[in-house]
């Protein structure tokens, strides 16, 4: 805490505490991820705290933090550790938004984060959107949303709806074997 503005000590905290990997670190370690410091102590505090969290349940403040960094650009630094932190984590439905707003991104690890997520819901709007993503240009999205939409049983009838309707043998085919996962019989 006294070394506020030394970036050089700051950094060498982060490192320490991720070789420690004590989950007693996540408060000073996301007081640096506010976007005052310095972005190579941002990259190291998560780095650290991909190390000291595993496993561990964020609060809603935490991953209030984390989702907003998912906006950036530096993937190898900021965007797959704050991604490797909220994968496991369960998300509210205050953050569809959020997530659909992810979705669009740039970024293809962010777009596979936030339709994998999306597909924790069980709601029609978000299966209806899932089953857009069917025949995205997207890669990340398009595959996500099949794997997503095999875990959803609330996407059965939609599926079949979409299935009878569709001119598209592609996207025939993609429904088709989604809706094999859901009933084997």
């Known amino acids: 805490s006294d070394a506020k503005g030394h970036r050089t000590a700051l950094v060498a905290a982060a490192k320490l505490f991720g ?13 640096m991820l506010a976007a005052r410091e310095p972005h190579v102590v941002r990259t190291h505090a998560l780095t650290a705290l991909t190390h000291c969290l595993r496993a561990q349940k964020l609060t809603g403040s935490e991953i209030e933090t984390l989702l907003p960094l998912l906006d950036g650009d530096d993937e190898v630094g900021v965007i797959r550790p704050a991604v490797r932190l909220l994968e496991d ?6 953050y569809l938004t959020q997530l659909n707003r992810l979705a669009e991104s740039p970024q293809p690890l962010v777009k596979r984060f936030a339709v994998q997520k ?8 978000v299966v209806k959107t899932l089953i857009g993503y069917l025949t995205d240009d997207s890669y990340a999205r398009r595959d996500q949303a099949t794997v997503s939409l095999k875990t959803l049983p609330a996407a059965r ?27 084997r019989n």
Request: glycine share 6%.
């Open 19 to 31: 070789a420690l990997g004590d989950a007693k670190a996540r408060r000073p370690l996301f007081a």
């Open 118 to 125: 999306l597909g924790g819901f069980e709601s029609t709007a």
């Open 157 to 183: 009838a939609p599926l079949m709806k979409e299935l009878l309707a569709c001119d598209d043998e592609r996207k025939a085919w993609t429904i088709a074997d989604i809706l094999l996962a859901h009933d």
């Open 89 to 94: 984590q369960s998300l509210d439905r205050h």
